[in-house]
């Protein structure tokens, strides 16, 4: 069995994700500090969540791609209620937008940031939470 990441024990539940072939380049690419997707090789469209070909362009010759990690908040919401046992609340949730492509987004948490400083607009960049194997992609302020 793999050793808990030093600090790993002390951190809150979460749930995640089951680690299938077509999802494992985006939840492992943390390992690497990489924030992953699919793109398809014909037109370069990243392609989120993994499918099994590119909507765009209809190719099947897709690969997995790193992006900057750099990306806007669209929208975000608070949540106080403790929907979750031991996961401290508040907390928010967002819907970030990947800076690499218009519309290619995720829904996450933010950290590292005050609740009241959170604003639709606000450049964010990646920081993954490591649990069992499993690279969360989180997103915190871009400073300076
Ligand atoms: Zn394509």
Redesign the pocket.
């Known amino acids: 069995m793999r050793e808990k990441a030093r600090g790993e024990a002390d951190q809150p539940f979460r749930i995640l994700p089951r680690i299938t072939p077509e999802n494992e380049h985006f939840w492992t690419g943390g390992a690497e500090d990489e924030l992953r997707f699919k793109r ?1 090789r ?4 990243y392609i989120h969540p993994p499918a099994p070909r ?1 909507p ?4 099947k010759e897709l690969e997995v791609a790193a992006v900057s990690g750099r990306a806007t908040v669209l929208t975000y919401t608070v949540n106080h209620q403790p929907w979750i046992p031991g996961f401290p609340t508040p907390y928010v949730v967002a819907i970030v937008e990947i800076e690499e492509q218009p519309g290619l987004r995720l829904m996450t948490n933010l950290v590292n940031c005050p609740i009241d400083a959170v604003r639709i607009g606000m450049p964010v960049r990646v920081r993954f939470e490591a649990r069992d194997g499993v690279y969360l992609p989180l997103f915190e302020p871009v400073t300076g």
């Open positions: 398809c014909s037109c370069g469209y590119c765009t362009c209809l190719s």
